[in-house]
């Protein structure tokens, strides 16, 4: 079975190169300190949406220049109905809003900067990260993945779809996916990054349009 999983991950890398659109940006190697806050964002911003409505988020947030942690914090603090109208494109926009100022100020008050948090071990990142309300297992691990480059496999509706696509497992708990991936596969950052990335192209084929998980 491990076996099975790393030659489906060189199996899709045939099939699909380079990561494509958004993901070029989230699979890249070298990412700057602005590029690593925007996937953190986006991370929490994605739930329960698609990805072109946290695009029209990144607009307004641009247009503000308020596309990034510090801002977001001191919007939030300042006029968290602001911050309510900046992230409204995403939907659930009280709830996100609030998300992101409890993030934020996490990292500001605790760090600093997100890449100071980073440079905690992975599991203390992670611990730290899931006792932030509205954070759970598929978004801090995606943060964790892609936006600080930790050796963590993310487990979404997708991956679960793969699975059960190509019979891997009966067993579809977050925990237990995660560890059979990551034992089945080199402890490689860029590996986890474009392996979950096409599982997700391959679960959504060319619609950008369906809701996404993370």
Not at 1 to 18: A, P
Not at 162 to 178: A, R
Request: charged share 30%; hydrophobic share 35%.
């Amino acid at each position: 079975m491990e076996n099975k999983i790393y030659q489906l991950y060189l199996s899709l890398c045939k099939k699909y190169g380079q990561s494509r659109e958004f993901w070029k940006e989230w699979c890249q190697k070298e990412k700057s300190d602005e590029e690593r806050e925007k996937i953190a964002l986006g991370a929490i911003l994605t739930q329960r949406t698609n990805w072109k409505n946290v695009e029209l988020v990144f607009k307004k947030l641009n247009k503000e220049k308020a596309l990034s942690i510090k801002k977001i914090n001191q919007i939030g603090k300042q006029d968290i109905n602001l911050l309510e109208d900046l992230v409204q494109p995403s939907g659930f926009y009280r709830q996100k809003a609030k998300r992101l100022l409890i993030f934020c100020e996490f990292i500001i008050k605790n760090y600093g900067t997100l890449g100071k948090f980073f440079r905690q071990k992975p599991e203390t990142c992670r611990r730290q990260l899931l006792e932030i309300p509205g954070i759970g297992p598929e978004t801090a691990d995606s943060i964790l993945l892609y936006a600080g480059d930790k050796p963590i496999f993310v487990i979404d509706e997708y991956t679960r779809r793969f699975v059960k696509k190509h019979n891997i497992s009966t067993d579809f708990s977050y925990n237990y996916l995660q560890e059979l991936f990551q034992k089945s596969l080199p402890k490689n950052v860029k590996i986890y990054q474009d392996f979950h990335a096409m599982i997700v192209l391959e679960g959504k084929g060319t619609d950008w349009n369906l809701v996404s998980k993370i």
